[in-house]
């Protein structure tokens, strides 16, 4: 096939194909200008601007694709990381802020236990049986030990999808899912008690990629995107004696860029801020005499 022969000159970029992850990745990619076409149903799809191969995959699998080198960058979660037991064979570039999750042990509000100790012994429904049999493991020889008892074991109960289920259907006590809004944990009448790890989305370099230089090309271009969206940038007049304090509220990612004015006694400040925090800024700056304080957003940067 004409797409395959291609593929070993091809630096290859595993993306989810679906579910949670999949459309902000398409967002991020478009914003970095990496120009594809997907025939339908193909896994796989050239780039046409640069010389990379998007390979399209199951979220659950691309930490073990980069991790053996198969692939040179990925994008999935830090849960699904954790759970391929891949942390050591690749690494994280960078945290991409979407996709924000807690994996937790839950169990029903009515009538389930308060602390994890009371699950030892019972079932716990989890698609994550690497990160929960870890988790249950430690638990089991805590309670052993301190009860000085031979350790039981919690039975794991492995299932794929709609874990929040399991404790109504009778296959389990409690389980281990994730939570972003919670609203589902709350519509099965769960509650969590233990957070096991917080996860987001990443971009995961293989330690030893095929196109070393063309991960480089695209980790800058994936960070100026993700600046971008999280930076504004910020413009104002204020008086010389003032800029000292001016400079502390918008100090920039290196400094602030400060330009002379008509009026020797002012100068004008311009300086990347903090999207999240911004409303804050403008307060502050006004409230030590800045003027003319406009925010502009940023399309893209490089940091
Ligand atoms: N509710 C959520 N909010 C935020 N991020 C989430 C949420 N659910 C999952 N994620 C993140 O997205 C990753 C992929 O989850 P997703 O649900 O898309 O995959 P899946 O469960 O394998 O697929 P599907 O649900 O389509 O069968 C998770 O590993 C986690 O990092
Ligand atoms: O706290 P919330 O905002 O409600 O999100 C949490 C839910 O999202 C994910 O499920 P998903 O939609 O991927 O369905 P799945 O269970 O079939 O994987 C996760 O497995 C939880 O069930
Ligand atoms: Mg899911």
New binding site residues.
């Given amino acids: 096939m004409e797409l395959i022969k291609d593929l070993p000159d091809r630096l290859l970029f595993a993306v989810p194909k679906k579910?949670?992850l999949h459309s902000s990745c398409l967002s991020l990619l478009e914003g970095a200008e990496i120009q594809f076409h997907r025939k339908n149903r193909l896994d796989i799809a050239l780039v046409k601007n640069l010389p990379i191969a998007l390979v399209f995959l199951p979220a659950g699998d691309i930490a073990k694709f980069v991790g053996e080198g198969n692939v040179d960058l990925g994008i999935t979660g830090q849960d699904m990381v954790a759970e391929a037991r891949a942390e050591d064979k690749v690494t994280e570039i960078l945290e991409l802020g979407f996709g924000k999750?807690r994996l937790c042990v839950q169990v029903p509000v009515k009538g389930g236990p308060t602390k994890v100790e009371d699950l030892v012994g019972k079932r716990i429904a989890t698609?994550f049986e690497g990160i929960s049999g870890k988790f249950f493991n430690e638990v089991d020889a805590r309670v052993a030990a301190a009860n000085g008892t031979p350790e039981k074991k919690t039975e794991l109960v492995f299932v794929?999808?709609?874990?929040?289920a399991a404790c109504a259907l009778g296959l389990a006590d409690g389980i281990v899912?994730?939570?972003?809004?919670?609203?589902?944990?709350q519509?099965a009448g769960l509650h969590d008690i233990v957070t096991i790890l917080s996860s987001q989305a990443v971009l995961i370099a293989s330690k030893k990629p095929k196109h070393p230089e063309l991960v480089q090309t695209i980790a800058g271009r994936i960070k100026g995107v993700i600046a971008a969206q999280k930076y504004v940038y910020i413009n104002y007049n204020i008086e010389r004696k003032n800029l000292k304090e001016a400079s502390t509220i918008t100090p920039g990612r290196q400094a602030p860029t400060v330009s002379p004015l008509e009026n020797p006694e002012w100068v004008a400040v311009s300086s990347m801020v903090l999207k999240n925090n911004v409303a804050k800024t403008m307060d502050d700056l006004e409230a030590i005499g800045a003027c003319d304080i406009l925010l502009f957003a940023i399309q893209n940067c490089r940091v």
Avoid at 160 to 164: A, Y
Wanted: aromatic share 0%; with cysteine.
């Fill in positions: 579910g949670r999750c698609s794929s999808g709609s874990v929040e899912d994730l939570v972003e809004s919670g609203e589902t944990m519509a």
